[in-house]
């Protein structure tokens, strides 16, 4: 783990300490959006190659932090480098978004979790160069993807709006499914401890698809994976700062983060700033949660909701970001004048 400078203001409200205008950060803040992205990823071959690749990747992770001085870099990475690390086939099609193929119950024996971290080893360099290349106040994150999301991709071959069929292989294979989300724990401990020590400050946890979960099935396959993570991390790392974030958790927000330690919950754009105000603990950090379509449209309506969340997480430790990823639409001066707003412009 790098060391904790006070000038790392994310790092230290990850931590705890609450900042007169929270720190800024913009999920999916390398992509697609920005001019210089979109060149070097003209020239950069496939998009697990440009993962894969240390050199384009520092240069991809860098990238935003330097346009806009946001207060924390993201390695560019994505979250199925496990499975195609476990063995799984994986591909990117333009147009398609990711592409597996998918797990049967017989099939999940052949995943190489040895192996993992070996094939892992460009991304772990490429932490390591951006901890380097990071002036000495910004907070580097690592990631990965929490067990079940990574799941649904690894059974149904591809995202999908309602994840039927992880759900239907969870309830007629329990036990094939109990195998497969063990390994996912066990190489995600590992993998999030490899970035700590490559130079990673903080780690998120991405369970981008908790929601169409009921409260019994959420408990299984989203808090006690993302709880023993933490624990595994915190085993080897016992100071580790993590950040959870459950898309869709709703009215289980609370006992996500209860139950899974995480020192950050992020809150996806649909949860009442109220609610989670009033529901989670005091002293518990949260981060986000512009809708991203209201920084595509700007304006007014962007400045007065920005605004609303900046006041009703006053007093607590506060991360602003969006409530989801920042799609490719959205116009490079839109995210100027947001960061203006949460600084107190």
């Not at 401990?189 to 970035?195: G, H, S």
């Not at 989670?276 to 603990?281: F, H, R």
């Not at 007093?315 to 920042?326: E, M, S």
């Amino acid at each position: 783990m790098s060391p904790a400078p006070a000038a790392r203001r994310l790092l230290a409200t990850v931590r705890g300490a609450i900042q007169p205008t929270p720190p800024i950060w913009i999920m999916r803040q390398a992509g697609r959006y920005l001019p210089e992205y979109r060149e070097l990823r003209s020239r950069a071959g496939g998009f697990l190659e440009l993962c894969y690749t240390p050199d384009l990747a520092t240069e991809v992770t860098l990238q935003p932090v330097r346009r806009f001085d946001l207060d924390a870099a993201i390695l560019f990475s994505d979250i199925l480098v496990v499975p195609d690390a476990l063995g799984q086939e994986v591909r990117f099609e333009t147009g398609e978004g990711p592409l597996l193929t998918p797990l049967s119950a017989a099939s999940i024996g052949a995943l190489r979790p040895e192996r993992v971290l070996e094939r892992l080893a460009p991304v772990l360099e490429t932490v390591r160069r951006v901890r380097a290349a990071l002036p000495d106040d910004k907070t580097l994150i690592g990631f990965c993807g929490s067990p079940w999301t990574v799941a649904t991709y690894m059974l149904g071959g591809r995202g999908s709006p309602d994840q039927q069929a992880a759900r239907l292989f969870a309830l007629r294979e329990p036990e094939a499914f109990a195998r497969l989300m063990d390994i996912l724990v066990d190489v995600s401990v590992d993998y999030l401890v490899a970035q700590f020590r490559a130079g990673a400050d903080v780690v998120q946890l991405f369970e981008s698809w908790a929601l169409n979960l009921d409260e019994t099935a959420f408990a299984e396959r989203v808090i006690e994976p993302n709880r023993r993570i933490v624990a595994g991390v915190r085993r080897q790392l016992p100071d580790a700062p993590i950040i959870g974030f459950p898309r869709g958790a709703a009215g289980m927000i609370a006992a996500y983060a209860e139950a899974t330690g995480v020192n950050v919950v992020g809150l996806d754009y649909a949860t009442p700033l109220q609610f989670a105000a009033a529901t989670l603990p005091a002293g518990l950090g949260v981060q986000g949660n512009l809708d991203p379509l209201r920084l595509v449209v700007g304006g007014r309506q962007m400045e007065e909701r920005a605004r609303e969340i900046v006041a009703a997480f006053r007093g607590r430790p506060h991360i602003f970001n969006l409530g989801h990823g920042i799609v490719p639409e959205t116009p490079i001066a839109h995210v100027e004048r947001l960061l203006e707003i949460v600084r107190g412009g």
